[in-house]
């Protein structure tokens, strides 16, 4: 059975960061690209960061030079660094190993708050 867990979601000001992980089984890690999603309340499920298994690392241009993806397949777990968070960041963030459209399978998410 596969599985996703992300955690390392918060409450943060504005300018601060936090860093996601994401432990995964199930499946062969190293052989999987992952991603990183997110979902604004009331918005469609938005792609964020995918990091290939060769560690190519491809980011949207609204999180581009603020956010780094990153793997670590001893551990089976895929990360995400987020720096200068502002409040348009503010989601529920989920990890991937799936493709689009659907993005599955993906974990349940962590939420993420931006506020002063």
């Known amino acids: 059975e596969v599985r996703l867990v992300e955690s390392g979601g918060d409450l943060v000001q504005p300018g601060g960061s936090l860093r996601l992980s994401c432990t995964t089984s199930?499946?062969?890690?190293?052989?999987?690209?992952m991603s990183w999603l997110r979902q604004a309340p009331g918005k469609e499920i938005e792609w964020v960061s995918t990091i290939t298994i060769t560690d190519r690392t491809m980011y949207a241009d609204s999180v581009k030079g603020r956010f780094t993806i990153t793997r670590d397949n001893a551990k089976n777990t895929v990360f995400l660094q987020m720096n200068n968070l502002t409040p348009e960041d503010t989601a529920i963030y989920h990890c991937?190993?799936?493709?689009?459209?659907?993005?599955?399978?993906r974990g349940q998410g962590t939420q993420v708050t931006v506020s002063s």
């Open positions: 199930g499946f062969t890690f190293s052989m999987q690209g």
């Open positions: 991937s190993s799936g493709a689009k459209p659907r993005w599955q399978p």
